[in-house]
T-cell receptor, first 113, second 105 residues
Framework: EAQVTQNPRYLITVTGKKLTVTCSQN?????MSWYRQDPGLGLRQIYY???????DKGDVPEGYKVSRKEKRNFPLILESPSPNQTSLYFC????????????FGSGTRLTVV | GIQVEQSPPDLILQEGANSTLRCNFS?????LQWFHQNPWGQLINLFY???GTKQNGRLSATTVATERYSLLYISSSQTTDSGVYFC???????FGAGTRLTVKP
């Protein structure tokens, strides 16, 4: 089944403790992206990647890092999480940048206390 | 950057009613898509509609690219249609704030 897989689904952590949210897709998509969703703000893009080793900042990149060492994986790294990063996070992918069939993972609900 | 506005922000319907959701873009986009986020948070791609009209069951969408807007029509609404509807477009998929739809039995 074609899908985008995120892990974990839920995570509660403490301020300053480094964490990684994994994202993997099995559709051979070149384009991958991370969003955060906050009430009333829709989805805001954190980082995106157009291909292996090609990443760029979205609208809200502060406090986040990403890497794209393999085509299928695009992990999101919070090196020193803070409470204002408490949010619902989504990974998404598409065949190419701006192409049809934008597919989302199931989301990761992160709480930083 | 490009701005995406959706209206109305909230919509409450009785089961069986029809509705129209609107999405306006501040600049032209060539890859407009509509998504439904169900009450469990899952985001489902409904339509890829850069221009013209498409239909899928009780849902249809129309995009007038020259005027930078798109409409999502829901006919004979059901409780399972509840959730948040988002439109998005542009190379890096800019999203609107969404329309929260509640369908009451």
């Amino acid at each position: 089944e074609a899908q985008v897989t995120q892990n974990p689904r839920y995570l509660i952590t403490v301020t300053g403790k480094k964490l990684t949210v994994t994202c993997s897709q099995n559709m051979n998509h070149e384009y991958m992206s991370w969003y955060r969703q906050d009430p009333g703000l829709g989805l805001r893009q954190i980082y995106y990647s157009m291909n292996v080793e090609v990443t760029d900042k979205g609208d809200v990149p502060e406090g986040y890092k990403v890497s794209r060492k393999e085509k299928r994986n695009f992990p999101l790294i919070l090196e020193s999480p803070s409470p204002n990063q408490t949010s619902l996070y989504f990974c998404a992918s598409s065949l190419l940048r701006g192409s049809y069939g934008y597919t989302f993972g199931s989301g990761t609900r992160l709480t930083v206390v | 950057g490009i701005q995406v506005e959706q209206s109305p922000p909230d919509l409450i319907l009785q089961e069986g009613a029809n509705s129209t959701l609107r999405c306006n873009f501040s600049d032209s986009v060539n890859n407009l898509q509509w998504f439904h986020q169900n009450p469990w948070g899952q985001l489902i791609n409904l339509f890829y509609i850069p221009s013209g009209t498409k239909q899928n069951g009780r849902l249809s969408a129309t995009t007038v690219a020259t005027e930078r807007y798109s409409l999502l029509y829901i006919s004979s609404s059901q409780t399972t249609d509840s959730g948040v509807y988002f439109c998005a477009g542009h190379n890096d998929m800019r999203f609107g704030a969404g329309t929260r739809l509640t369908v009451k039995p």
